[in-house]
């Protein structure tokens, strides 16, 4: 990892690289960039490279439209799979306005604010991301179709399972991009994939989220599939889930079990409000509540039919899954607004309720009757964020409007 920008001009020498990529995210989460030649990579750092904001979705209109992206040299990264001779890179960058401020609708940003506000208390929180996705056959005209790539299940083999060497070689292009999946499988549904990654900083965790995506979309279309993360491309199938794994700590001390505790019941609490930006789409909803996507705020150990579920594991295995997220969240905002509902909690000192140790897809309806429910729809999730003085204290208020029960993300 190149930390100056010296070095990583160095290295844009020596390794013959002859096209640079300047990617950000949009507030959605969707992944954009523009390519510029070698000769201007120091001008990029010094003085950044201008785009025209009001053709990004959610960026604002054509008044004073013009922001600059400044790429970050630790976010290098080679493309495996363009050509050795004439190479090509990558950087992640922050965008900031003509007179230096920075832009609030850039989702990395959002990310480093609540990072520092956590860290400005004394704690910090990992993060690892369990990411599902589809793969479907496309037609001879190369457009996707609706028949999925194989018709295996749950952590099956070939010759059943055709995802294999896709997913061997997602994995072996994201290890040459410095980034390592801690495991890969074939999901539940047909043609349906899964691949984790072991926990990170937090913006380490959504940089590499965002090159995964990229990544897996390009594999895919160069064996002649397409791969979907929508939330339920299937109806009467599983859904595509982005579980994200939690672990706060206590910088420079030891974390009690209290912190794990506290920081869970702060996002328990703040479940609800969070929907709108961790499920937002109207497919987010069709997966919710059935073949272990949770609905209700629970939680409980080692239990797939709950909103938080409590893996088994200790010291560096020591975490809080959330799973009700799906991949069309932008990662981005989804930690950061983790981390502030976290960390409300453990500031409160707030208690967890107590764990419902059930089968909530098979549990009598006298009982979850009882139960807090996350929204229903994606119309009820934004008038429950629109109501929230936790999302309008967090949030700039801009990135909260741009979230709307009419907006539908598209691949």
Known sequence: MFYTDNEVIDFITENDVKFIRLSYCDIYGVQKNISIMPSELRRAFRDGISFDASAVRGFGDEVRSDLLLFPDP?????????????????????????DGRTFEMDSRHILKKAVRYAAGRGYTVSFGAECEFYLFKCDAEGNPTDIPFDNAGYMDVSPLDKGENVRREICLTLEEMGIIP???????????????????????????????KW???????????FATFDPKPIPDKSGNGFHINMAPKLIGGVTEQAVYDSF??????RAAELCAFLNPTEASFLRLGENKAPKYITWSEQNRSQLIRIPAGDGEYKRIELRSPDCRTNHYIAYALLIYAGMEGIENKKVPPVPIDLNLYKADKEIIDKLSK??????????????????????????????NPLYEKQE
Request: proline residues 7%.
């Open 74 to 98: 630790s976010t290098l990264a080679l493309l495996p799979w363009r050509p050795s001779h004439g190479r090509v890179v990558r950087f992640f960058c922050d965008i900031k306005h003509p």
């Open 182 to 212: 801690e495991a890969s499988h074939h999901e539940e549904g047909p043609g349906q994939n899964e691949i984790d990654f072991r926990y990170s900083e937090p913006l380490v965790s959504a940089d590499n989220v965002t090159t995964f």
């Open 215 to 225: 990544v897996v979309k390009t594999v895919a279309a160069r064996n002649g599939l």
């Open 264 to 269: 869970m019941a702060g996002v328990l609490d």
């Open 374 to 403: 996350l929204p229903e729809s994606l119309s009820e999730a934004v008038e429950i964020a629109c109501r929230s003085e936790f999302i309008g204290r967090v949030l700039p208020k801009r990135v909260a409007e741009a979230y």
